[in-house]
């Protein structure tokens, strides 16, 4: 029976989500296009730690902070090629968190946030109250086996972005859960 309400209540989800795609047709372009975001995030992830692997090596005076393309110690802007690629990998990686957001948190948090806001406002537990449904939110989320792994992505790809290249190869984790590879 838990199922048949469950089953219900993600149906009348999905038919609000249709009805707001066909509203906002911007949004409704990017929800329909998530498998496209995946592989893009996928495949830039491939030729960033393509570009990563054969950048850094011996033979370059700043070995771990000065990147060269494919060994030429005369090509520069290789750092910036990275850079690039990582903005890109984030970008589509935050457009399949925001469609995984969208399709699965008011499901998993509704309750949640439901109760919250039938409580009577009070000074000392309406902020207590909100802070705890933040956590079991956030606990919730993350325990979202598909949300999980696209934050991971995301806060690798920052790590990436600000601290050292070598932090995009969690990218490549996804070759477990892709389509194509399967």
């Known amino acids: ?3 048949c309400d469950y089953l219900i209540k993600n149906m009348k989800h ?3 989500l249709n009805r707001m795609f ?3 047709k911007v949004f409704g372009i990017i929800a329909d296009r998530a498998k496209l975001w995946e592989y893009c995030s996928f495949y830039i992830s491939i030729v960033l730690n393509f570009i990563v692997l054969f950048s850094y090596f011996d ?3 700043d070995r771990l902070e000065e990147p060269y393309l494919f060994f030429n110690l005369d090509f520069t802007e290789t750092k910036s090629i990275i850079n690039l690629l990582g903005v890109l990998n984030l970008v ?6 925001a469609h ?3 399709k699965r948190a ?3 948090l509704g309750d949640i946030w439901s109760k919250f806001y039938k409580m009577k406002l009070n000074l000392m537990w309406t902020p207590l109250s909100f802070v705890a449904a933040v956590v079991i939110s956030f606990y919730k989320c993350l325990r979202d086996i598909d949300i999980l792994f696209n934050c991971l992505v995301i806060l690798f790809a920052i790590l990436g972005l600000a601290l050292h290249p070598f932090f995009f190869f969690f990218g490549l984790t996804d070759m477990m859960r892709n389509d194509v590879l399967k």
């Open 1 to 3: 029976m838990k199922s």
């Open 59 to 61: 033979g370059s005076p």
């Open 22 to 24: 066909n509203t906002y």
């Open 106 to 108: 008011p499901i998993l």
């Open 100 to 102: 995984f957001f969208m």
């Open 14 to 16: 999905e038919e609000k």
């Open 92 to 97: 589509f990686s935050g457009l399949v968190v």
